[in-house]
């Protein structure tokens, strides 16, 4: 993948590996490691998916 400048400005080029994200019930986003299955993270400031990570269907 190419990438274009200026680096080092701290966004990602590309997507997160090896995780995902899904819908909770009261509408927050989870995520999830795809190795394990096991939850990380839920987003709570607000009810917007996680940048960069794929969605489960």
Avoid: C, I, L, W
């Amino acid at each position: 993948m190419a990438t274009n400048p200026p680096t080092g400005d701290g966004h990602r080029n590309g997507a997160v590996r090896d995780r995902s994200q899904t819908k909770t019930s009261s509408g927050h986003y989870v995520k999830r490691d795809a190795d394990t299955g096991r939850f990380m993270d839920v987003k709570t400031s607000s009810k917007k998916p996680f940048k960069g990570v794929r969605k489960e269907r």
